[in-house]
């Protein structure tokens, strides 16, 4: 069974940066849609961002969109989210999910998550 695993996740002020890794446990990537998804104290889960297998069908939701940008490392069978220019309201517990068929900011489409990695940004 896939196990998606999520890191980079930390403490960062206001227009800082942050690289979210997510990896499979003992696989890869790259036979996975993956999307990354959040969720705020209080708050329902989110979809952020989604890459294709391929890697040629990208989104994001539209409060993060000029901010964060999704990408494939085929050769480490990983995928990542580089987050700059990040806001308050951007923390979050930040989740890594995987599917083979699924596509989108939807939850309800991926099989596989990970534990998740927590994002703060605070001054």
């Known amino acids: 069974q896939l196990q998606p695993v999520e890191s980079g996740g930390g403490l960062v002020q206001p227009g800082g940066s942050l690289r979210l890794s997510c990896a499979a446990s003992?696989?890869?990537?790259?036979?996975?849609?993956v999307g990354w998804f959040r969720q705020a104290p209080g708050k329902e889960r989110e979809g952020v961002s989604c890459?294709?297998?391929?890697?040629?069908?990208?989104n994001y939701r539209d409060s993060v969109k000029g901010r964060f940008a999704i990408s494939r490392d085929v050769a480490k069978g990983a995928v990542y989210l580089q987050m700059d220019s990040l806001k308050p309201e951007d923390t979050a517990v930040y989740y890594c999910?995987?599917?083979?068929?699924?596509?989108?900011?939807?939850?309800?489409?991926?099989?596989?998550w990970g534990q998740g990695t927590q994002v703060t940004v605070s001054s």
């Open positions: 890459i294709s297998i391929s890697g040629d069908y990208i």
């Open positions: 999910a995987a599917d083979p068929l699924g596509y989108g900011l939807d939850s309800k489409r991926y099989d596989y």
């Open positions: 003992g696989s890869t990537l790259n036979n996975y849609a």
